[in-house]
């Protein structure tokens, strides 16, 4: 929950004119991404969730490259965020946690 809660703020982030706050908020989101990536996803998950992990990382590269619009990354970056909490939740759901613990 926590991770769906912070990657929502993706939204806000799209609409902020300011170029250095954008850069600031996204490069604090891929520090997140890659904070749960080495903390939890790694440990916990295995395999599942590795690449879709990574494409958030990379579009959340992408987006603070860029100086113009990112509304079409934002789009691509709710997507591959909803794919990554569906297979972490499924991964839950038929194996959970560490063995069924």
Same mark, same amino acid.
């Given at each position: 929950?926590?991770?769906? /809660? %912070?990657? *929502?703020?993706? @939204?806000? !982030?799209?609409?902020?004119?300011? @170029?250095?706050? =954008? &850069?600031?908020?996204?490069?604090? !989101?891929?520090?997140?991404?890659?904070? *749960? #990536?080495?903390?939890?996803? %790694?440990?916990?998950?295995?395999?599942?969730?590795?690449?879709?992990?990574?494409?958030?990382?990379? !579009?959340?590269?992408?987006? &603070?490259?860029?100086?113009? +619009? @990112? /509304?079409? +990354? !934002?789009?691509?970056? @709710? /997507? /591959? =965020?909803?794919?990554?909490?569906?297979?972490?939740? %499924? +991964?839950? #759901? %038929?194996?959970?946690?560490?063995?069924?613990?």
């Amino acid at each position: 929950m926590e991770l769906q /809660r %912070n990657l *929502f703020k993706i @939204i806000v !982030i799209g609409t902020d004119d300011n @170029i250095n706050n =954008r &850069k600031q908020h996204l490069a604090s !989101i891929q520090a997140l991404l890659l904070s *749960f #990536k080495n903390a939890y996803l %790694n440990v916990l998950f295995s395999d599942t969730g590795q690449n879709e992990i990574q494409e958030l990382i990379t !579009i959340t590269i992408t987006m &603070k490259d860029k100086d113009g +619009d @990112i /509304r079409g +990354d !934002i789009n691509t970056f @709710i /997507r /591959r =965020r909803d794919i990554l909490l569906n297979v972490l939740l %499924n +991964d839950i #759901k %038929n194996n959970g946690l560490h063995n069924g613990q």
